[in-house]
């Protein structure tokens, strides 16, 4: 009986545990770090190169208009009207 | 009064870009060495006024020769004196020279410089002798590039100027001088190809001459983010504790912006040039994260930071400076250069191996080359407990954020160095280049020794 309680408890337990383990090490931080990080980046990376366009000028006029309007608005909200 | 070797430096430089055009058509392709003598004495001067023992930064006169103008001259100036040997395997060798040299001149004028009118012919003087750079080289990219930095130097020029009104003739007025500020930044975003005003710049620097983008990269961007130094400082100390922190924020999120949009850019570039291009955006966001932290050092009345800061600076401009002038140079040499895919580097030969080794593991931060020093302090200041701003749920976030920049640039930095090792057929013509290339490797390896000697 002891014998029998020692294998369910004991043997069987830890075996779970480190089966359970060994699954969210191979299959959750392994594959998040070594592929769904690298493929987030991955996305990132080709969004930030489709954001630069092919070079058009307007591109880079909008750009700028759009960073240029960005810092007068933090300019009136936290200097003229904080 | 201003110091004898500062005078005679500038009388060198004006000199040069007065006489080459005439020198230049004696002497051909030797006009190159009269340039390289005359940058040598420029930076001997400013060396041997830099060891002398300097105040960091001066905040009166309107030349004012400080420890910021002395490494920012001395940088361009070495930078120079590389480039310089570059461009003899281009055609108009002499008009590139008295480009070159203008482009000095310009940028050592504006490190120093605190008059108004000096600081606008200064600026004009940067930006024309950065688009005569780039159109000299009379490939059809490269006059592609000229025209668009023309396009956008013309828009930074105008909004520089309003800038600088706003903020020498408004400066007892708070808000005149902090639109003047936010104006500057704007047309500072375009000089150093700070997001979201970078849009110009990989196209620039990834197609262009790479010749012509050393010299571009690593010396016309010096003279403006010395004057970013400047001006950025004296509006934080004449605005006070409350909009002294708006600086601080903007400085903030256009370093972040830089770092992150720099590293996502050339993650998965497989054109080195390119990725190069985008590292520069990055490289910049260092810069600008020394700078936010040293102006907001001053207005938590922080000096020890802000001392630390400075020197992470001072330490960052002539790191990017000479790994840029070195890797554009090193790119020059390989042909089909408009595509010079990471392949292109394989099997690279012994000395340019080694060169793109350090030039490439400074970039990174790697111990004990120059970029680690400047990364250090830049981080340390950046991760002051004396800085609230930079702290969020007790951590550290400005300089956590950093880091995890960093390490997201060593996936591409590693990527060329494989290349560089990888066994391949060599493509490489380094007859011109090796001095940019060696010299550049070789000051970032020597300085890399001698600063936690001399500074820290």
Same mark, same amino acid.
């Given at each position: 009986?002891?014998n029998?309680?020692?294998? $369910?408890?004991i ?11 060994? $699954?969210?090490e191979?299959?959750?931080?392994? $594959? ?6 690298p #493929?987030?980046?991955?996305?990132? #990376? ?19 208009f ?10 009136m ?6 | 009064?201003?110091p ?19 020198l230049?058509?004696?002497?051909k ?13 420029v ?23 400080? !420890? ?8 361009a ?6 480039v ?7 055609r ?21 410089s605190?008059?108004?009118l ?14 005569s ?15 668009? =930095? ?40 375009f ?31 010096l003279? !403006? ?33 830089s ?10 570039q ?6 190069? *291009? ?7 966001? =260092?810069v ?9 050092a ?8 802000? =001392?630390?800061?400075?020197l992470?600076v ?29 392949q ?29 020093w ?7 200041? !950046? ?8 702290y969020?749920?007790?951590?550290p ?9 960093? !390490? ?12 560089? =090792?990888?066994?391949?057929?060599v ?14 490797? *070789? ?7 001698i ?6």
């Amino acid at each position: 009986m002891i014998n029998s309680l020692y294998y $369910r408890v004991i043997v069987d337990g830890f075996d779970w545990l480190s089966k359970t383990f060994e $699954r969210f090490e191979s299959q959750g931080f392994d $594959r998040a770090y070594n592929v769904w990080l690298p #493929s987030a980046f991955v996305k990132a #990376s080709r969004k930030v190169r489709k954001l630069q366009g092919k070079g058009s000028i307007t591109t880079y006029l909008a750009a700028m208009f759009a960073g240029a309007l960005i810092l007068l608005l933090i300019y009136m909200l936290l200097v003229i009207y904080p | 009064m201003i110091p004898t070797p500062v005078v005679a430096s500038l009388f060198l430089l004006g000199a040069l870009v007065a006489l080459l055009p005439l020198l230049g058509r004696i002497l051909k392709g030797a006009s190159s060495y009269v340039v390289q003598g005359v940058m040598l004495l420029v930076a001997l001067a400013w060396a041997a006024l830099f060891l002398d023992g300097l105040p960091l930064i001066r905040g009166t006169g309107w030349f004012r020769v400080d !420890a910021l103008s002395a490494v920012v001259s001395m940088t361009a100036a070495s930078v120079g004196f590389l480039v310089a040997s570059s461009s003899r395997r281009l055609r108009n060798d002499w008009q590139f020279q008295l480009v070159l040299s203008s482009g000095v001149l310009g940028t050592v004028m504006l490190a120093s410089s605190a008059d108004p009118l000096i600081l606008l012919v200064s600026w004009g003087l940067v930006s024309v002798s950065g688009y005569s750079l780039l159109a000299l080289a009379g490939d059809r990219s490269s006059l592609v590039g000229s025209i668009k =930095y023309a396009f956008m130097s013309a828009l930074s020029f105008q909004l520089l100027r309003v800038a600088i009104c706003l903020m020498f003739a408004g400066s007892g007025n708070p808000r005149l001088v902090a639109l003047g500020a936010m104006l500057f930044l704007v047309a500072l975003g375009f000089k150093a190809g700070i997001p979201p005003f970078h849009m110009w710049l990989p196209d620039v620097y990834g197609f262009a001459e790479p010749v012509s983008v050393s010299g571009l990269s690593a010396i016309m961007k010096l003279g !403006a983010l010395a004057l970013a130094i400047r001006l950025t400082e004296q509006t934080v100390l004449a605005l006070g504790q409350p909009e002294g922190h708006v600086m601080v924020l903007v400085l903030v999120l256009l370093s972040a912006g830089s770092m992150l949009i720099g590293n996502l850019g050339a993650l998965t570039q497989d054109d080195v040039q390119r990725m190069m *291009a985008y590292s520069s955006i990055a490289q910049v966001g =260092y810069v600008l994260m020394g700078i936010s932290a040293f102006d907001a050092a001053l207005v938590y009345g922080q000096p020890h930071v802000a =001392y630390e800061a400075l020197l992470g600076v001072f330490l960052f401009i002539p790191s990017y400076a000479l790994s840029k002038a070195g890797i554009f140079s090193m790119l020059a040499g390989f042909k089909g250069r408009a595509g010079t895919g990471v392949q292109a580097l394989a099997g690279s030969k012994a000395p340019e191996s080694v060169s793109a080794s350090v030039v490439l593991l400074n970039l990174l931060g790697m111990p004990p080359l120059l970029g680690f020093w400047a990364k250090l302090l830049v981080f340390e200041a !950046a991760a002051s407990s004396a800085i609230p701003v930079f702290y969020a749920l007790g951590l550290p976030w400005y300089a956590l954020y950093g880091i995890a920049n960093s !390490a997201i640039s060593v996936f591409y930095y590693l990527k060329v160095l494989r290349a560089v =090792y990888s066994s391949g057929k060599v493509e490489a013509d380094h007859l011109h280049l090796r001095v940019a290339e060696l010299g550049s490797a *070789a000051l970032l390896v020597l300085a890399g020794l001698i600063v936690p000697l001399l500074v820290l």
